[in-house]
């Protein structure tokens, strides 16, 4: 099989079990592109690595590479390599994003950005995307490490069984089939027998891995840069797929999005994703086939356009609601069907698929009619507004009902062996966790809840309600950071700010007990400060709170008796300045439509 070392029981950090290696559907590749077997080299050794092999049914087949993408030699623009660093080392080496624009031409002079689509977005992407300009995965004489096979086997692995199921947009079968081609993934990035878009595929998918293996803490610190190396590696072929401007460019740009969820601010991804959703939409991808043109395609071929578009959407629609932004596409605009299973082993991935396309589009609801500046210009009455919040959330309630419902039907009919290898998958891939989709389900609430454009000051009621749903929240949070289930990228850390805003907030409405919570702000304060250094103003939020935690202690041990509660108050609104100061100094946008004053 192509993963071969995907189970390396010498390796320490591995903790995936005998049957991790079952990844791979059990089935045969279509004759077209089965191979006897390849040899696949990473680092210092080589091994046989058979291409998949068993049964697939007569539609599932692969899609070969397209090989009509404009590639440009390895010393082009979007290749150059700059050895010299700031400190004047030359073990580091630096990857260029902007060939043209700023750099000195040899006569002295600027050289000027082209007026087209490809050469702006590059050039925007140089601006805002910072990673992927270094690698520190490099020896004395600045040539690069080897990277041991199994370890890419598994980024790989990864990456298949927690990132595909939220964004399906690569096709496994064929993607796993070429990567089998592979004889040398240390030189990919010269090898021109490759389209320089599979090129990136190949680095991309293994950064991403990487970091998932990272969070699940199944990698050594030593090989913890190598999301960093391998981002590196990709990005060399960057300028080569954004001059496409195709399916292709939308794929290498999603994947290129995911990865910048781990970048300290949300801005690179922000406008990844209105790119991704511009190119999209300019594709026709939003639009269902006509029949002319679905008479001259595989059913694979239109399924693999439907998916990308699919997978488009989650992300611009999570990086959007995420920041407390309005999409750049509407629900009515969109006519293709949802994605379905083209053969049986993939039917538990679409349903997440699914199920997550179902939770960005609550989440845009919820956001168009409760938080849009037009949801705030609506002359309607506190009962009309609250038709509404009821209303949305009885979707919200039958989605979670729904999915839980489907949860327990699917544990109840598994056998032992299943259940086995479905608690080996949740270690990596923490979505079909009940954890996680509770947590889900009470951000969502909160969301809905919270003070908005709408519903500017929520009556008690529904701030009791609100402050329920913070607990909970926070709650099951901390119990996935504890099971190295939380990313730590800037998803998390923006909702993390929300629902200690919301605890904030509820405090200062009384809306929550504070003796009681006196547990989860120390605990907002933890997960805050476990993000590191590098997030500046998460650890400047977690001060504010280990401010208000201490203040908690403080009338802990007085028994609850407070002699000045308005001094109490004037402490909690001042902290709550504070942290909004520091959020608008970050421009993160979960901040309330009013003041508390």
């Known amino acids: 099989r192509l993963l071969t070392s995907l189970n390396d029981n010498s390796n320490p950090s591995s903790h995936l079990s005998s049957n991790e290696n079952s990844m791979i559907p059990s089935r045969s590749l279509p004759a077209s592109v089965q191979q006897s077997s390849t040899t696949s080299s990473f680092g210092g050794y080589n091994t046989p690595s058979p291409l998949i092999s068993s049964h697939v049914p007569a539609n599932a087949q692969a899609v070969p590479l397209q090989n009509n993408n404009r590639n440009t030699s390895n010393g082009d623009n979007g290749s150059n390599v700059n050895h010299d660093n700031n400190n004047g080392s030359t073990n580091t080496p630096q990857l260029s994003l902007t060939p043209y624009a700023n750099n000195s031409a040899p006569n002295g002079k600027f050289d000027s950005v082209p007026v087209d689509a490809s050469s702006i977005e590059f050039e925007t992407m140089s601006c805002c995307f910072k990673g992927g300009r270094t690698t520190s995965w490099v020896r004395e004489d600045g040539s690069f490490k080897s990277i041991d096979r199994s370890l890419l086997d598994r980024f790989i692995a990864a990456y298949f069984k927690h990132n595909h199921r939220l964004f399906p947009m690569i096709d496994k079968i064929a993607f796993l089939n070429d990567a089998a081609t592979i004889t040398d993934f240390e030189r990919l990035y010269d090898n021109k027998n490759y389209p320089d878009s599979f090129v990136f595929k190949v680095y991309m998918i293994m950064a991403i891995g990487c970091t998932t293996l990272q969070r699940a803490g199944m990698v050594s610190q030593d090989e913890e840069c190598l999301s960093e190396h391998l981002a590196f590696l990709a990005m060399k072929k960057f300028r080569s797929v954004i001059i496409l401007q195709d399916i292709e460019t939308v794929r290498c740009l999603l ?133 509404i919040i009821s209303g949305l959330r009885k979707e919200l309630d039958e989605i979670y009902s729904r999915e839980s419902e489907r949860r327990k039907l699917k544990k109840s009919q598994m056998d032992q062996v299943e259940r ?178």
């Open 255 to 387: 994947l290129l999005g995911i990865y910048s969820f781990f970048e300290p601010k949300g801005s690179s991804s922000w406008t990844i994703s209105g790119i991704i959703m511009r190119l999209t939409i300019g594709l026709g991808l939003n639009r269902e086939l006509t029949a002319k043109k679905l008479k001259s395609m595989s059913a694979l071929e239109a399924e693999a356009r439907y998916r990308v578009f699919w997978s488009a959407y989650c992300f611009e629609r999570l990086v959007c609601t995420s920041l407390g932004r309005i999409s750049g596409i509407d629900d009515e605009d969109i006519t293709v069907p949802l994605p379905r299973a083209l053969y049986v082993d993939e039917r538990d991935d679409l349903e997440m698929t699914k199920l997550m396309i179902s939770l960005r589009k609550m989440g845009g609801r919820i956001y168009k009619q409760v938080h849009s500046v037009s949801a705030g210009r609506q002359k309607l009455t506190i009962e009309q507004k609250q038709e």
């Open 420 to 597: 086995e290898n479905n608690s080996t998958t949740n270690v990596i891939s923490f979505h079909s966790s009940e954890i996680w989709l509770a947590m889900r389900y009470s951000q969502l609430q909160i969301l809905l809840y919270r003070p908005s454009a709408l519903m500017p000051k929520p009556p008690i009621d529904s701030l009791s309600t609100l402050g329920e749903f913070c607990l909970q929240a926070w709650k099951h949070t901390y119990t996935l950071y504890k099971k190295r289930l939380l990313p730590l990228n800037w998803i998390t850390l923006f909702r993390t700010l929300t629902i200690c805003n919301t605890i904030l907030y509820c405090l200062c409405q009384w809306s929550i007990d504070l003796i009681e919570s006196k547990i989860e702000i120390q605990q907002c304060v933890e997960i805050l400060r476990h993000f590191g250094e590098r997030w500046i103003f998460a650890m400047r939020c977690a001060d504010v709170f280990q401010n208000i935690s201490n203040t908690i202690l403080d009338i802990s041990l007085s028994h609850g008796k407070v002699p000045n509660m308005d001094q109490l108050t004037r402490e909690l609104f001042g902290a709550s300045d504070s942290y909004q100061d520091i959020l608008d100094e970050n421009n993160v946008d979960v901040s309330w439509v009013d003041k508390l004053v």
